[in-house]
C-alpha cells in the first residue's frame, strides 16, 4: 500500500539517490531525459551542455521553466520502495563562482563537456513510499 511522503522526507529520500529523470517540454511535447542530480538547500541541481535541449528550454522562460523531476528506488521483487516527483521552475545557474561549485561537486555520467547546470527549486514536492 502506497504511503503519502512529506515534502522533507521526499527531499531526503531524493539526496539519497544519484539519478533521476527531468521532464520538460520539448516542441510542445513532454521530453524526459535521465540525469545525475544533487539536492542543494531545497533545490535540485543537475549539470548540462549548452547545446541541450534542457538548456534552451530554461534559458526562454522567466523567473524559469516548469518541469518535473522525479527518481525513484524500488525492489519489483519485494514491492518495496519510494518514488518522489518535484515540479518546479528550472532556471540556468550563471554566477560563475556558483558554477564552478557545482562542477566540483556534480559528475555528470555523460561522456561530453557539461559546461551548464541548472537549478530546479520546488514548487510542489510529492512522493509515496511502497510498504509491500
Given at each position: 500500500m502506497p504511503l503519502p511522503l512529506d515534502g522533507t522526507e521526499?527531499?531526503?529520500?531524493?539526496?539519497?539517490?544519484?539519478?533521476?529523470?527531468?521532464?520538460?517540454?520539448?516542441q510542445a511535447l513532454p521530453a524526459i531525459r535521465?540525469?545525475?542530480?544533487?539536492?542543494?538547500?531545497?533545490?535540485?541541481?543537475?549539470?548540462?551542455?549548452?547545446?541541450?535541449?534542457?538548456?534552451a528550454h530554461t534559458r526562454q522562460a522567466d523567473p524559469g521553466a516548469v518541469v518535473a523531476y522525479e527518481a525513484d528506488a524500488i525492489d519489483p521483487v519485494a514491492h518495496l520502495g519510494w518514488s518522489v516527483v518535484v515540479t518546479g521552475y528550472a532556471s540556468l545557474i550563471t554566477e560563475p563562482?556558483?558554477?564552478?561549485?557545482?562542477?566540483?561537486?556534480?559528475?555528470?555520467?555523460?561522456?561530453h563537456a557539461m559546461d551548464r547546470a541548472v537549478r530546479i527549486r520546488p514548487g510542489l514536492i510529492t512522493g509515496f513510499r511502497l510498504t509491500g
Amino acid at each position: 500500500m502506497p504511503l503519502p511522503l512529506d515534502g522533507t522526507e521526499a527531499l531526503r529520500l531524493l539526496a539519497g539517490v544519484p539519478l533521476g529523470r527531468v521532464v520538460f517540454t520539448r516542441q510542445a511535447l513532454p521530453a524526459i531525459r535521465p540525469v545525475n542530480h544533487i539536492v542543494d538547500e531545497g533545490d535540485i541541481v543537475i549539470r548540462t551542455h549548452a547545446d541541450a535541449a534542457l538548456a534552451a528550454h530554461t534559458r526562454q522562460a522567466d523567473p524559469g521553466a516548469v518541469v518535473a523531476y522525479e527518481a525513484d528506488a524500488i525492489d519489483p521483487v519485494a514491492h518495496l520502495g519510494w518514488s518522489v516527483v518535484v515540479t518546479g521552475y528550472a532556471s540556468l545557474i550563471t554566477e560563475p563562482r556558483e558554477l564552478a561549485r557545482y562542477e566540483r561537486l556534480l559528475r555528470p555520467w555523460a561522456d561530453h563537456a557539461m559546461d551548464r547546470a541548472v537549478r530546479i527549486r520546488p514548487g510542489l514536492i510529492t512522493g509515496f513510499r511502497l510498504t509491500g
